[in-house]
């Protein structure tokens, strides 16, 4: 789906108007029928915000069940009781956590959302509850080292996969030295 419950506003979705745009599931299926004599083992669900679309469940079982796929989600963790919901069933294998701010009042660079703690704690619960399940945060650097830097430390004292995305500057001004940047996280 390209419809999402926040608003970032780097994202590629933004600006796609008001229509609710859902992709049928039988064209998915269709698409890994195809793909098939491929060597597919695993496919991520994206969007948007996959876990708004209102057959996540039908499609994540389908994936697991019918084409024995290892399924990723790519997921902002608003909607936690669907996340929770699908791994309580063994639907989901693998989570991708879009994550901007370390401890910004809303976890994104978006005009809603929740706190970046809270969505930090659901990760934390997410790697306890369901151990089977990789979580992994991605993230965009915005020109601000000390959420940055906080992300991935945070990252490294939880042993989580972080991903920098890209690079966007939000403000006027900022120079970074992606060399050194590399160096100390290499």
């Known amino acids: 789906t390209s419809e999402c419950n926040m608003r ?50 039908e499609i994540c079982f389908t994936l697991k069940n019918k084409y024995n ?18 791994l309580e069933k063994n639907l989901v294998d693998h989570i991708v956590v879009g994550i901007d701010y370390f401890d910004g009042a809303i976890s994104k660079h978006s005009s809603v959302g929740v706190p970046s703690k809270v969505i930090l704690q659901r990760i934390l619960s997410v790697k306890q509850q369901y151990p089977a399940c990789t979580i992994n945060i991605s993230t965009v650097y915005t020109g601000d080292d000390y959420h940055t830097e906080n992300l991935i430390n945070f990252c490294i004292e939880n042993k989580i ?17 992606l060399k050194s940047i590399k160096e100390k996280y290499s």
């Open 69 to 86: 796929l290892r399924v990723s989600l790519n997921t902002n963790l608003m909607n936690f009781g669907v996340i929770c919901h699908l």
């Open 8 to 57: 970032c506003s780097y994202c590629h979705n933004e600006g796609n108007g008001n229509s609710v745009k859902w992709m049928n599931p039988n064209t998915l299926y269709d698409l890994i029928d195809y793909s098939r004599g491929l060597g597919l083992k695993e496919i991520r669900l994206t969007g948007g915000e996959p876990t708004i679309h209102p057959q996540i469940e």
């Open 161 to 177: 996969r972080i991903k920098v995305l890209e690079i966007q500057f939000l403000g006027q001004g900022h120079k970074v030295d």
